[in-house]
């Protein structure tokens, strides 16, 4: 087992390429390594024989080097889908002014497009940086395995000697005989034992404190390296975020605007439909009255041109019979059209309830104009009538006797109220 990792409370890993990046930082702490005095004894070569028996496995350092490479800086699929989504949503757009928009911020995603691939290409070079940071790292790494192999292999032949060297002076001392110097051997071996002790753990210690303040050199290292890169993601993140958002925002607003143009326009083609429709309607209602007012102008003329005709003849075969006939005929008259008009009246009353419950207000307004209209042409319409009838009476005046055209009168009289009473036509 390798003596670093015997001090209490220092634990080292293998550098990882995601954090180890200037090769300046970490080329002197290896070197300081390296140029420590190193005192060496007899007793302390079996420990560094250790040293330099067991190495690191390489397996261990290429694998701890390729899980750590597979780093990433940034998410770049956030913003490649919310660009991806800006771009469809922009292509939904016609209009020329929302053309020009997407123009903008298709600019503005190309740059943003344009960043992300330097700093990917950023992120290769660093990538590659800290390969060959590796690749150096593991080079100093077995140099200074080496070294150490080497120092221990002098420390084993200097060992050797030096007991070679032992033997043979006990030899020519027990040769020789003299208990004085078996003494003083016996005093040398002691004072040998007890200063070879004294080096090897002064020689501990100081491999435990070199070792404590490389690692803390190399924990301040990579700690300040980790906070920088985190540093730069943080701030880099948030930059394309900000502009992501302003985009949106922009986007949003645009569409908003488009939309609100739609409506109004599509609320000035219902209310110009809908008066074209109106419109229409008023002249097809017109076209109709019209229409209904000449066809009953029509009818009234023939029955007008009849009943002068029938009266004629009437008047030209019985002048007597024919005033007694018509006396009668307006007495049953009257009675029956008092009673078609108490009948007429209450059906009339009925049908008005029923047409009142049923009518909508919009048909109730234009029947009563239509109504109006009606009552208005039929007023002139009697007008016309009565006034050719008193053209007609006052040439029978002259023509007649005074008997015929009171007969007469009474009998143009009837028939106007005959035609003023409701639900008659």
């Given at each position: 087992m390798?003596?670093?990792?015997?001090?209490?409370?220092?634990?080292?890993?293998?550098?990882?390429?995601?954090?180890?990046?200037?090769?300046?930082?970490?080329?002197?702490?290896?070197?300081?390594l390296s140029s420590e005095p190193i005192i060496a004894s007899p007793e302390n070569t079996h420990a560094d024989n250790s040293i330099g028996s067991q190495t690191i496995p390489k397996a261990q350092i290429q694998q701890s080097t390729h899980t750590h490479l597979d780093i990433s800086l940034f998410p770049l699929g956030l913003t490649d889908e919310k660009s991806n989504g800006t771009i469809a949503l922009v292509d939904d757009s016609e209009d020329p002014g929302a053309?020009?928009?997407?123009?903008?911020?298709?600019?503005?995603?190309s740059t943003l497009e344009m960043k992300l691939?330097?700093?990917?290409?950023?992120?290769?070079?660093?990538?590659?940086?800290?390969?060959?940071?590796?690749?150096?790292?593991?080079?100093?790494?077995?140099?200074?395995?080496?070294?150490?192999?080497?120092?221990?292999?002098?420390?084993?032949?200097?060992?050797?000697?030096?007991?070679?060297?032992?033997?043979?002076?006990?030899e020519d001392m027990r040769k020789a005989g003299h208990e004085a110097l078996s003494i003083i051997v016996d005093e040398y071996k002691a004072l040998l034992q007890s200063s070879v002790?004294?080096?090897?753990?002064?020689?501990?210690?100081?491999?435990?404190?070199?070792?404590?303040?490389?690692?803390?050199?190399?924990?301040?290292?990579?700690?300040?390296?980790?906070?920088?890169?985190?540093?730069?993601?943080?701030?880099?993140?948030?930059?394309?975020?900000?502009?992501?958002?302003?985009?949106?925002?922009?986007?949003?607003?645009?569409?908003?605007?488009?939309?609100?143009?739609?409506?109004?326009e599509e609320r000035q083609k219902n209310k110009e439909a809908l008066i074209s429709a109106a419109k229409l309607e008023k002249e097809v209602v017109k076209d109709a009255v019209l229409k209904a007012i000449e066809e009953e102008r029509k009818h009234l003329e023939n029955i007008h041109a009849e009943e002068r005709e029938l009266w004629k003849t009437e008047h030209a075969k019985d002048q007597e019979e024919v005033s007694q006939a018509i006396q009668k005929a307006i007495q049953e008259q009257r009675k029956i059209s008092q009673?078609?008009?108490?009948?007429?009246?209450?059906?009339?009353?009925?049908?008005?309830?029923?047409?009142?419950?049923?009518?909508?207000?919009?048909?109730?307004?234009?029947?009563?104009?239509?109504?109006?209209?009606?009552?208005?042409?039929?007023?002139?319409?009697?007008?016309?009538?009565?006034?050719?009838?008193q053209n007609f009476?006052?040439?029978?005046?002259?023509?007649?006797?005074?008997?015929?055209?009171?007969?007469?009168?009474?009998?143009?009289?009837?028939?106007?109220?005959?035609?003023?009473?409701?639900?008659?036509?």
């Open positions: 390798p003596m670093w990792n015997k001090v209490s409370g220092v634990h080292l890993s293998p550098a990882s390429p995601e954090i180890v990046l200037d090769h300046d930082h970490t080329s002197p702490s290896v070197g300081c053309n020009v928009s997407n123009i903008q911020l298709q600019q503005k995603i691939k330097v700093s990917e290409e950023e992120k290769q070079r660093i990538k590659k940086d800290v390969e060959s940071l590796m690749e150096k790292h593991s080079i100093l790494e077995k140099d200074f395995l080496k070294e150490k192999e080497q120092e221990a292999i002098s420390f084993q032949d200097r060992y050797k000697e030096l007991q070679e060297k032992h033997k043979q002076e006990l002790k004294q080096q090897v753990e002064a020689i501990e210690k100081q491999y435990i404190s070199a070792i404590e303040k490389q690692a803390h050199k190399c924990e301040e290292l990579l700690n300040t390296q980790h906070q920088r890169l985190l540093e730069m993601l943080d701030t880099e993140k948030e930059l394309l975020k900000e502009k992501i958002k302003e985009a949106l925002t922009q986007q949003s607003q645009e569409q908003k605007e488009i939309l609100e143009k739609c409506l109004e009673e078609t008009v108490k009948a007429a009246i209450i059906e009339e009353q009925k049908r008005s309830e029923k047409a009142v419950e049923e009518a909508v207000k919009r048909t109730r307004d234009e029947l009563i104009e239509y109504v109006k209209e009606q009552k208005r042409i039929c007023y002139n319409i009697q007008r016309y009538s009565q006034h050719h009838c009476s006052q040439k029978y005046v002259l023509h007649h006797s005074p008997k015929e055209v009171s007969w007469r009168n009474r009998n143009l009289k009837a028939a106007a109220l005959f035609r003023t009473l409701p639900g008659i036509s």
